[in-house]
């Protein structure tokens, strides 16, 4: 790394800063681009909207950095869960979106949770539950209810039970939503433009059970936790790597050579394993969801093996610490967690698919054009990533609508 690339660091989070500074406000409120745009240009850095919204990732990270290493670095921040590449427009945009987060209270931080992700459930079910709300499980939604005025009148499960309900908040996919209003309730631009927010995934996990904690060159000592192990690992040398992965998958190959994000949980939280044995999850792009050749069940432990190859590069000895691992490309997200495309944010984060344009133009205040019904995870403003933002923009227009019809606040 270079001194010039050392200042350019700091300059560069200073800019995803004000960026983010300036997006913060519409994250809680269904924002136009226009809105957002008037925004960015109070702003005093020129060019900030296109720059951070517009722009591609990888031309900010060569205005910046002179070094591959650095470039490649924050490159990888604008291609999460995207089928493009970081020279395409609008990459830029991924990257801001993952510097929006306050954890800790810290700007641009994001943090680990205590107890791994299910505690984040668990406190909001504890939530519900205090507040006398029944939450059902293992209760997967076949249809919605209509009363005889077209309004939602509640769901019909797949067991055939029916649920009654005036107000139906669905965070499945939108194009899952899609199939249980069905299309016909729906108007057609609405729906085709719902068709037309690409979900196709790009993303592998591979979460690893490990005997030991994996040494990396040039770190520490054999069995001792360093800084190389608590925060986040990641490959990703160049713009041009993350180019030549990209580039593989959109002709239906495994990438070569991964882009990676790792993590060793039991680093900073050793109670979630055994003594002395450790977690890693590895997060890794890009993946075709169906391959030019074979299948997802003939090519997932190849696809595995892969990815942790591109990770022993840097950590020599570490598939023999694996015990037990789990791979999931997008079809196995798409069937275990319901995600069209296995597209890990229901659908592109990309500028052609935000603000007043998710999921479906003229659509983002959390509405469907079918009265009660409301959409309230990722696929609704401001996308995904666990920031709740969505839930709570829904709940908003609900009551909102509430009021309006004269039912008041609910105590
Ligand atoms: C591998 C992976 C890694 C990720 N990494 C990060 C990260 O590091 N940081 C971050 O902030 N975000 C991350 N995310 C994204 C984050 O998990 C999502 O943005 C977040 O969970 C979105 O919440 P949601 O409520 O919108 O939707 P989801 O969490 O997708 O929940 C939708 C729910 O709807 C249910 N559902 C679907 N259809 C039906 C039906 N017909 N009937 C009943 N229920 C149904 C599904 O089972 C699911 O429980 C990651 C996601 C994945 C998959």
Redesign the pocket.
């Given at each position: 790394m270079s001194r010039k690339d050392a200042d350019a660091h700091v300059k560069v989070h200073e800019l995803f800063d004000e960026a983010a500074r300036r997006l913060r406000p519409f994250l809680s409120y269904p924002a136009t681009r226009k809105q957002v745009r008037r925004a960015f240009r109070q702003s005093d850095v020129e060019g900030l909207f296109a720059k951070t919204v517009d722009g591609s990732i990888a031309s900010i990270a060569e205005d910046y950095f002179e070094t591959d290493i650095l470039q490649g670095m924050l490159a990888s921040e604008g291609i999460i869960s995207s089928m493009a590449g970081p020279r395409t427009p609008g990459t830029a945009y991924i990257a801001l979106h993952h510097a929006f987060g306050q954890a800790t209270g810290h700007d641009g931080a994001?943090g680990f949770v205590r107890g791994g992700m299910g505690a984040i459930t668990s406190a909001l079910a504890d939530i519900v539950r205090a507040q006398g709300g029944e939450i059902r499980i293992e209760?997967?939604?076949?249809e919605l209810r209509l009363d005889e005025r077209r309004r939602a009148a509640g769901v019909v499960l797949a067991s055939g039970e029916e649920i009654e309900a005036s107000i139906v908040c669905s965070?499945?996919?939108a194009q899952?939503t899609v199939a249980?209003v069905g299309a016909d309730h729906l108007p057609p631009d609405f729906v085709d433009d719902i068709e037309l927010l690409p979900t196709e995934g790009t993303?592998v996990?591979v979460n690893c059970a490990l005997s030991g904690l994996p040494k990396f060159k040039g770190f520490g000592s054999e069995g001792e936790i360093g800084p190389e192990h608590t925060g986040t690992i990641t490959v990703s040398p160049s713009i041009d790597y993350l180019e030549d992965a990209c580039r593989r998958a959109a002709e239906g190959h495994p990438a070569d050579n991964f882009f990676c994000e790792a993590w060793i949980q039991t680093a900073t939280e050793p109670e979630l394993a055994p003594e002395g044995k450790h977690t890693l999850s590895i997060?890794a792009q890009y993946v075709p969801y169906s391959f030019a050749e074979g299948t997802w069940d003939e090519r997932r432990d190849v696809v595995g093996d892969a990815v942790v190859a591109t990770l022993e590069t840097y950590a020599p000895g570490l598939s023999d610490l694996i015990e037990d691992r789990l791979v999931?490309g997008p079809p196995d997200?798409e069937a275990r967690?319901?995600?069209t495309g296995g597209n890990?944010?229901?659908g592109e984060l990309l500028p052609d698919w935000l603000f007043d344009k998710r999921p479906s133009r003229g659509w983002h205040r959390h509405r469907w054009p079918l009265p009660g019904l409301y959409l309230?995870?990722?696929a609704a403003h401001p996308g995904?990533?666990?920031?709740g933002a969505?839930?709570r923009n829904a709940a908003r227009s609900v009551l909102e609508d509430l009021v309006a019809a004269g039912a008041g606040m609910p105590s």
């Open positions: 994001w209760a997967e939604v076949a965070n499945a996919t899952c249980f993303v996990k997060f999931l997200l967690f319901g995600l890990i944010f229901h309230c995870g990722s995904g990533g666990v920031c969505p839930g």
